[in-house]
């Protein structure tokens, strides 16, 4: 084998030939990933020194993440659940205007509850994380254009970007700030309106991505092909329907079928029979109809998936990166540059990491590699708050981030891949909704902790919530079977 083999046997074992295969809307995809994540990225440095700085304390700065992190529970809710009947295009496209709004009233205001409406109605991430319909969104769109074989390697890229773009943004917040007051200066305040002027314009950069989109990111509507219903008394309410009559003569005529595919042919024809008498909603109930329906199965996993990836939301709610920035400007008077840089590198380490992780889930699945990555993570956020010097914190932060991400991309495959194609979206809209829910919390309670100076056992109960979470899972979902489509 020559030079040139080995480097594509390389580049396609972490995912490279894959996403340069991949169609225009995976990179389009991508690239609202990386420049909306570049803007979180920058926010996430100057977001709680900004309130500080409009002389708001810590526990009114937690507060105002915590009721952000709850409103976009309801946008993002209605957004992702409606997407696949409003287009996923539009619910895109409509979020990056809102996101431009919310960064132009940043800018200006001063007011406290004219942010919070605008954090809310807009999107103004208050963790350096996810926030709003997006990612929902977006993921459900790339299972769409992918095959699960190499579904892993996209989802990889994807958090990839993610992690590089809140390094850049992180970075270029960081000594823009610390530039402006240093060199021009500039007051704090202003140096971080300016930032905010920058989110602004990098929303509509994300817009024209949204617009570009093709139609082929929708979801296709699946025809449902019915036997003719036989004709029956409608005061008879033991009339059995046609279809249910055929499971009844195939299912008496034929004795080689199994116990399980005679209980899913009758969850067929049950289903069938449902549709073959479904009567038209009133005009005022059809917005039902718009929202999507899961099945018994779904419900059961979902179920489960509320209970463990709240507890890890929780947990990552306590330990944002907004919280560990003011975490590091209040206890060892780090530079915004410092800082910046800091978070650069956490980042790089994070996206690095990524490329490693869909290598492992090829040989190891989506859940193994997700609780063998993430717990050790869990471990040190434990005692991130312990080190007395600066270095030392900054040291175990890097080194968290080395697995912190890496169960992101396999999280991600085995939750398009749990449910049907049908239920993708409202699927991962729901359970992005319930771990906004659940993280909403945590920043009110680390604001109580900064507040009377005790950040180090918030840093602690959040590790312990994550290592919690990390045995349920597995626990939970070994072994468990994934849809091919």
């Not at 990179?27 to 020194?49: E, S």
């Not at 049950?270 to 199965?297: A, C, G, N, T």
């Not at 956020?381 to 312990?386: E, H, K, N, R, Y």
């Amino acid at each position: 084998m020559g030079l040139m083999d080995y480097l594509y046997k390389f580049a396609d074992e972490i995912g490279l030939v894959t996403l340069v295969s991949s169609s225009r809307d995976v990179h389009l995809l991508c690239a609202q990933r990386f420049v909306r994540m570049f803007a979180y990225g920058q926010v996430t440095i100057i977001l709680a020194v900004f309130f500080t700085s409009l002389d708001m304390g810590e526990s009114k700065t937690g507060l105002f993440m915590t009721c952000t992190l709850l409103g976009d529970v309801v946008i993002s809710f209605v957004l992702t659940l409606v997407a696949d009947r409003v287009g996923r295009r539009t619910i895109l496209a409509l979020g990056s205007l809102l996101m431009c709004a919310s960064g132009v009233v940043f800018s200006y205001s001063s007011t406290f509850w004219v942010l919070l409406v605008a954090a809310i109605v807009g999107v103004i991430s208050p963790n350096g994380n996810e926030i709003g319909p997006f990612r929902a969104v977006e993921e459900s769109t790339l299972a769409h254009l992918i095959a699960l074989e190499v579904r892993a390697d996209i989802y990889a890229w994807y958090a990839l970007l993610g992690s590089l773009g809140s390094a850049f943004g992180a970075i270029s917040s960081g000594w823009i700030v610390q530039y402006a007051q240093d060199k021009y200066n500039w007051t704090a305040i202003s140096s971080y309106r300016f930032i905010f002027v920058i989110y602004s314009v990098i929303a509509l950069m994300k817009f024209a991505f949204s617009v570009m989109l093709s139609p082929e990111c929708e979801l296709q509507p699946v025809p449902q092909k019915l036997e003719p219903t036989v004709e029956r008394d409608v005061d008879d309410e033991n009339a059995e329907s046609y279809p249910m009559s055929r499971l009844r003569s195939s299912t008496d005529q034929d004795e080689e079928l199994t116990g399980i595919e005679r209980d899913e042919a009758r969850d067929i024809f049950e289903e069938m029979d449902q549709l073959s008498s479904k009567k038209v909603r009133p005009f005022l109930l059809r917005w039902i109809d718009y929202f999507p329906h899961l099945s018994k199965q779904s419900l059961k996993v979902v179920a489960q998936l509320i209970v463990w990836f709240a507890l890890d939301s929780f947990g990552s709610g306590l330990a944002t990166q907004t919280w560990v920035a003011y975490y590091f400007i209040s206890r060892f008077d780090t530079k915004e540059g410092v800082l910046g840089s800091l978070f650069f590198t956490t980042n790089i380490v994070a996206a690095a990491s990524s490329l490693v992780a869909a290598a492992i889930s090829k040989r190891l699945g989506p859940i193994l590699t997700m609780v063998g990555t993430h717990l050790p993570s869990s471990i040190i956020l434990m005692i991130l708050g312990f080190p007395s010097s600066s270095t030392a914190a900054m040291i175990l932060l890097v080194v968290r981030y080395c697995t912190a991400t890496m169960d992101g991309a396999p999280r991600q495959a085995f939750l398009s891949a749990i449910v049907s194609s049908e239920e993708r979206t409202s699927v991962m809209g729901v359970v992005n909704v319930v771990k906004t829910l659940a993280s909403s919390a945590g920043p009110s309670l680390m604001g109580k902790f900064a507040s009377i100076h005790k950040m180090p056992i918030g840093f602690l109960v959040a590790g312990l919530c994550k290592v919690i979470y990390d045995l349920g899972i597995l626990a939970s979902f070994l072994g468990v079977q994934l849809h091919n489509k």
